[in-house]
């Protein structure tokens, strides 16, 4: 029997240099619990270090945060603060899930589909953060207004 040699080699898809150890068994469910976080912040390390909107999101919240401190917000209202602030984050991280989920998926090519995926994550990111910052006006304008008139007076 003779194989016949493709005329061309075939393509090797771009070569994606991952910012930690490959994960050989990435595809198994995590032995220990340890290994499952070890994971999880490597996502979080991913998304910070290539993400410039996660990275603007953690620096406005860490700002939200010290204010509130600053203005004496109660522990009720930092708590509402920092879940909004979690949950921009969390669709921060989804979104970049789904882009590079997407992006796996059609390759280089253009699909509406895929556009369409991405576009909604992209709205879920500005959604939740359009709350945050209702929630923010809400809890930290007052008490900022308050702080800035006892100064002047």
Known sequence: MSQELPSQPPKRPAKVVPLKPTRDLAWQVAPTLWTSFKYAW????????????????VFVGALAISLGVFLRLSVVELAVIGLTIGAVLAMELLNTAIESVVDLTVKQSY????????????????????????????????KLFLFIQAFHS
């Open 42 to 57: 490597m996502g979080l390390s991913y998304a910070f270090q290539t993400q410039r909107n996660f990275r603007i999101h």
């Open 111 to 142: 699909h509406e589909l895929a556009k369409i995926a991405k576009d909604c994550a992209a709205a879920a990111v500005l959604v939740s953060s359009i709350a945050a910052l209702l929630v923010a006006g809400f809890l930290l304008l007052p």
